[in-house]
């Protein structure tokens, strides 16, 4: 018994330890740093929609077609700036390639956005950055109703969780995850 309550102690003893360095080694985030970090979690959310948008402006005009290997190209550049290059990769797909795809069928989207990014946790340990975030956002779709044109603006917010890593002194988003709220407010007025 008196063995067990010794190594115990020693275990204890070693993982205060460990949490301790941990805890030290973490810096805390100037206003800089902080501002850095909220702008690329910013771009990484309207990313998709500003696809989207742009497609969807070529599908109305009837360029999408000519346009869709620049719209394409331009979609994975952006998401090689914001992410690291796996990450941006495994995105590709649905952030990039799919947003090209619904545009044909989908909501007739005239604008989207990011309206307020809070950064409600943050630590930053040398080249790594974990962040939790609230952001605000906004979809702006024309919808018809009984023949007549509304503008449908949505406005919802979700939580992001995301580890960055310093790349060439540059920020980037090594994992992500989303949680929209579910419950999103619909403004809708004549166009």
């Known amino acids: 018994m008196l063995i067990k309550n010794k190594l115990f102690v020693i275990v204890f003893l070693l993982v205060s330890v460990i949490e301790a360095v941990t805890l030290i080694q973490a810096?805390?985030?100037?206003?800089?740093?902080?501002?850095?970090?909220?702008?690329?979690?910013?771009?990484?959310?309207?990313?998709?929609?500003?696809?989207?948008?742009?497609?969807?402006?070529?599908h109305r005009n009837k360029t999408l077609a000519e346009n869709r290997v620049a719209l394409m190209n331009n979609g994975?550049?952006?998401?090689?700036?914001?992410?690291t290059d796996d990450l941006a990769q495994r995105l590709s797909k649905s952030w990039v390639e799919n947003q090209l795809e619904r545009?044909?069928?989908g909501p007739d989207q005239i604008d989207s956005g990011v309206s307020n990014v809070e950064i409600t946790d943050l630590s930053i340990s040398g080249d790594k950055?974990?962040?939790?975030?609230v952001v605000e956002k906004y979809f702006v779709d024309r919808i018809t109703?009984?023949?007549?044109?509304?503008?449908?603006r949505m406005e919802g917010k979700s939580t992001i969780k995301a580890t960055l890593v310093k790349v060439d002194g540059k920020w980037k988003i090594a994992e992500?995850?989303?949680?929209?709220?579910l419950n999103p407010k619909h403004i809708i007025q004549p166009e």
């Open 27 to 58: 810096e805390v985030p100037s206003a800089k740093e902080r501002e850095n970090i909220a702008q690329v979690i910013k771009q990484a959310v309207e990313l998709p929609g500003k696809v989207y948008t742009q497609a969807r402006s070529h």
């Open 76 to 83: 994975k550049r952006a998401l090689q700036e914001l992410f």
């Open 103 to 105: 545009v044909v069928d």
């Open 129 to 133: 950055a974990y962040v939790t975030a």
């Open 145 to 152: 109703r009984d023949g007549k044109n509304y503008i449908d």
């Open 176 to 181: 992500y995850t989303s949680q929209p709220s």
